[in-house]
């Protein structure tokens, strides 16, 4: 009888136990990123619905939490929450996180109006063009040692969709921004006529990985990662992942072959 008490006891703290609940349930930090993830998104975003899917496919349910994305990022990082949605890979985030196999690709390109044709080769080329950029946004090495050398003079906003309109009003020539983001932002923000008035270039400045991150507070992040790549995988077999991107129109064939993007584009905080 003891014994039998003893056995209840010990399941009963097992299943009360918060490490036990942590390998079926994660808390993952998300803010809005669209059209990659947002709150106003049909579940989320595609990002968001991959990464809580890849999860389920290995037994593992996701709990978003929607923060600014510093708030997210520091959440995920001193193990507050378990992780975060994604975010590019660098030595520095390699070293703070448990990082995934990539799960999308993050193109930057230059958009211009089509009556400005803009060509280049060499980052150094742009320096004729009045040019616009993304406050506290990575570019690609190549950009961001011109803008810091002088080399490149760039009017800095907090927003892409302001970038746009200065672009639109003929107060910049050309402005970085990420491929799919200035699409979504030209189909949901834009007439149709302004809209047909920009384009972009197909060299790209930069590509970077966008990886989930789990907290490396949490002892069981590299075994939970090992199971969201698992489960990952199984997403791209089945066709469930490139269906999940084409529900937002965020697959063209056309931008797929000019940019080489291969996967998915996605975040670079």
């Given at each position: 009888?003891?014994?039998?008490?003893?056995?209840?006891?010990?399941?009963?703290?097992?299943?009360?136990?918060?490490?036990?609940?942590?390998?079926?349930?994660?808390?993952?930090?998300?803010?809005?990123?669209?059209?990659?993830?947002?709150?106003?998104?049909?579940?989320?975003?595609?990002?968001?619905?991959?990464?809580?899917?890849?999860?389920?496919?290995?037994?593992?349910?996701?709990?978003?939490?929607?923060?600014?994305?510093?708030?997210?990022?520091?959440?995920?990082?001193?193990?507050t929450w378990d992780g975060s949605v994604g975010w590019?890979?660098?030595?520095?985030?390699?070293?703070?996180?448990?990082?995934?196999?990539?799960?999308?690709?993050?193109?930057?390109?230059?958009?211009?109006?089509?009556?400005v044709p803009i060509e280049w080769s060499r980052v150094e080329d742009l320096k004729r063009w009045r040019l616009g950029a993304a406050a506290g946004y990575s570019y690609g090495e190549e950009w961001d040692t011109a803008v810091r050398s002088g080399v490149l003079q760039v009017e800095s906003v907090a927003l892409d969709e302001q970038n746009l309109r200065k672009l639109l009003d003929n107060r910049l020539d050309a402005i970085a921004i990420d491929l799919e983001v200035g699409l979504y932002l030209l189909r949901t923000a834009f007439t149709p006529s302004q809209a047909e008035q920009i384009t972009f270039h197909p060299r790209r400045l930069s590509r970077s990985l966008i990886c989930l991150t789990l907290s490396r507070k949490n002892p069981a992040s590299q075994t939970l990662v090992e199971r969201f790549n698992q489960g990952l995988a199984a997403l791209h077999a089945?066709?469930?992942?490139?269906?999940?991107?084409?529900?937002?129109?965020?697959?063209?064939?056309?931008?797929?072959q000019a940019i080489d993007t291969g996967k998915r584009g996605g975040r670079v905080p």
């Open positions: 009888m003891r014994f039998h008490q003893l056995a209840l006891v010990t399941l009963s703290v097992l299943i009360a136990s918060p490490s036990s609940l942590r390998a079926e349930t994660l808390r993952i930090t998300n803010g809005e990123w669209p059209p990659f993830t947002s709150q106003s998104l049909p579940q989320g975003g595609p990002l968001s619905r991959v990464v809580a899917d890849a999860f389920k496919q290995v037994g593992v349910t996701v709990e978003y939490g929607y923060f600014p994305w510093k708030r997210a990022y520091e959440y995920a990082r001193n193990g590019a890979r660098d030595s520095v985030r390699v070293v703070e996180f448990v990082m995934s196999d990539p799960v999308i690709y993050a193109d930057k390109v230059l958009f211009y109006r089509k009556a089945s066709g469930r992942f490139d269906h999940y991107f084409t529900e937002y129109h965020l697959t063209t064939p056309v931008v797929d």
